[in-house]
């Protein structure tokens, strides 16, 4: 009797501990006191532990810059135990609505890791790692590997791509030569009108360079490439550098000639360029041609060889968009200086297909043997051309179409415009309106109203360019790098 009312009173104490403590732990979690339990239990087993220190400051002795510090930082401010902490400093973000979480000095974070616990200290500009010694040589490698490839992701999520436009109101060499803005053009490869086996070359040649560091340090070699866009105004070429640079998350250095001093200027506007960038310089042909920069042609080719850019040690892309290049000086286009060449020409009937897809939402239309017909006759516009027609007309895709068809009658063998003002020109280079000849071939009333419609609504006076070969392609891949 005895011994089974011990056993009852023991089952009873038990019950009524483990109530006790389920109650403590309510109350603790309740009011926020675990987190000084859980402070004083950790500072008891620090007392049996041996600690490793790291530090990590923010510069070297060289009073550059330490890249795992920016890297370890971001880290921190990426875990979720930030906002337990203690203390931290709040700050608005870029984007709207954006709260960002700063360490404050001092802060202690902790962290776990494979089973180990990690805490950091934020001491004076330098974060301090502190591991257990038993946990360091199975954590530490793998600890900082983590580090390094969740700080690249989050990154690369931050931040907002960047245009930057050469100034010429800086002063002096140590000031900054570029000047940004965020770069938000929703130009994408999707949206391009173009050759889906061309556009899937240029992505795939665009994705190998970036991944090919060691590959060109092998070779020793710059890590660079180029390429030339070339065709007449509105084909796309702008457009296209958008989609290259969206498509690598790359920003975007364009360099205006007309703003450049002299070639040791350009040197410098190169070294301020930064890693995962595109270098562009637009209409090229025309600085050569016209020579309206103060930029030698030796002074541009070495800029294109990318020497300087060799000692920034990353990889660059550069983009030259020219008009035509039936002009241009050799050495400008030498393999290595531009390593891929890629014609935009005008628009043909699979292109007019995409575009009708893309601005109209039409897959088919019963128009689409006569607009197909029209092209095999030679008649084209630039795709701008033509996607302006459709976005005037796209609450009514049969009436867009239509218009297209006139404008391509009237305007299709390169003629016909002539008769509405509007200007022609050799090979992409642009004429003045003035300069007109006397026009020729059939002119065709209907369409060149509609054209004639379409310049009132949108004031756009459209420069004629010359009629050249319809194909998309890759012309020439010189030089594989
Ligand atoms: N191939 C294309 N696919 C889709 N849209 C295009 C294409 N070509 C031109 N466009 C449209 O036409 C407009 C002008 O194009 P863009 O500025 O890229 O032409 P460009 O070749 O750079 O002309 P320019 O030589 O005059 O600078 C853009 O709004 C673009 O969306
Ligand atoms: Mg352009």
Redesign the pocket.
């Known amino acids: 009797m005895a011994i089974l009312y011990n056993l009852f009173f023991l089952l009873f104490s038990l019950l009524l501990t483990c109530i006790l403590l389920f109650l403590l732990r309510v109350v603790l979690i309740k009011t926020g006191l675990i987190y000084i339990v859980k402070k004083k239990w950790r500072s008891i087993e620090d007392c049996f532990h041996v600690y490793q220190f790291f530090k990590v400051p923010e510069f070297n002795e060289g009073m550059q810059r330490n890249q795992l510090y920016h890297k370890v930082l971001v880290y921190l401010n990426s875990l979720t135990f930030i906002e337990d902490s203690d203390f931290t400093n709040l700050f608005t973000g870029k984007k709207p609505n954006e709260i960002v979480l700063h360490l404050d000095p001092n802060q202690i974070i902790e962290d776990d890791f494979l089973g180990a616990k990690i805490s950091w200290i934020n001491q004076d500009k330098t974060l301090v790692l502190k591991i257990r010694k038993v946990d360091k040589r199975r954590v530490l490698r793998p600890y900082l590997q983590h580090i390094h490839s969740v700080s690249d992701e989050f990154d690369e999520k931050k931040r907002g791509l960047k245009l930057y436009v050469n100034v010429v109101d800086y002063q002096g060499d140590r000031k900054e030569r570029w000047r940004s803005v965020p770069f938000t053009h929703p ?1 994408s490869f999707e ?4 050759e889906s086996d061309l556009k899937n070359k240029v992505k795939s040649d665009l994705y190998s360079f970036a991944k090919a560091k060691q590959y060109y340090h092998r070779l020793g070699r710059v890590w660079k490439r180029s390429y030339l866009l070339y ?10 550098i958008a989609a290259m640079a969206n498509f690598l998350s790359y920003d975007v250095y364009e360099l205006d000639l007309s703003k450049v001093s002299d070639d040791s200027d350009l040197k410098f506007l190169l070294l301020q360029t930064t890693t995962k960038s595109l270098v562009v310089i ?2 090229l042909d025309r600085y050569l041609s016209e020579k309206s920069t103060a930029v030698s042609l030796p002074g541009i080719l070495s800029f294109m060889d990318g020497i300087l850019s060799s000692s920034c040690g990353e990889e660059r892309i550069m983009v030259f ?1 020219m ?1 035509s290049k039936d002009h241009v000086d050799p050495a400008i286009l030498r393999p290595g200086r531009i390593d891929v060449h890629i014609h ?1 020409p005008l628009c043909n009937f699979t ?1 007019f297909k ?2 009708a897809n ?1 601005y109209l939402g039409l897959k088919d239309h019963k128009l689409f043997p006569q607009v197909e017909e029209i092209f095999q006759n030679g008649a084209s516009l ?3 051309e033509i ?2 027609l459709m976005i005037a007309n796209r609450n009514s895709p049969s009436r867009a179409l239509k218009t297209v068809i006139n404008a391509l009658q009237t305007d299709g063998d390169g003629r016909g415009a002539l008769n509405l003002g509007l200007g022609s020109c050799e090979n992409g280079s642009r004429k003045p309106v003035e300069e007109i000849g006397e026009p020729s071939g059939v002119f065709c009333k209907e369409g060149a109203n509609a054209v004639k419609e379409f310049k009132k609504l949108y004031g756009f006076l459209r420069v004629k360019s010359c009629r050249k070969s319809e194909s998309f392609d890759l012309n020439s891949r010189q030089n594989e790098g």
């Open positions: 130009s949206t391009i009108a173009m065709g007449p105004s509105g084909t796309g070429k702008s457009s296209f637009e209409d968009t008009n935009f292109a995409t575009l893309s630039s795709p701008a996607g302006e």
